[in-house]
């Protein structure tokens, strides 16, 4: 079982930023794909971000350039980056490592 807690979500404005941060009750260490997920109203949840083990990633096409996602295996987190933020980004987003999920957090970017 590994519980997934996010943190770091939050109001701002477009054009903004924000942090997002995964922490991982286990030692991350041997967990190869970690992601960030989100999901908007009305929506599907869709993929947005994933880090391998070796720090390998991919991004949806609607966030790359602006969203950056890293992990730290010391402290076993995973964070996502946010910049340039649009209201096409309001979503509750989600960590997800193998099966298990993080209960979300909020963004919402106002315009």
């Known amino acids: 079982q590994v519980q997934l807690v996010e943190s770091g979500g939050g109001l701002v404005q477009a054009g903004g930023s924000l942090r997002l941060s995964c922490a991982a009750s286990v030692n991350i260490v041997s967990i190869n794909a970690m992601g960030w997920y989100r999901q908007a109203p009305g929506k599907q949840r869709e993929l947005v971000a994933t880090i391998t083990r070796g720090g390998s990633t991919t991004y949806a096409d609607s966030v790359k350039g602006r969203f950056t996602i890293s992990r730290d295996n010391a402290k076993n987190t995973m964070s996502l980056e946010m910049n340039s933020l649009k209201p096409e980004d309001t979503a509750i987003y989600y960590c997800?490592?193998?099966?298990?999920w993080g209960q979300g957090t909020q963004v919402t970017v106002s315009s």
């Open positions: 997800k490592s193998g099966v298990f």
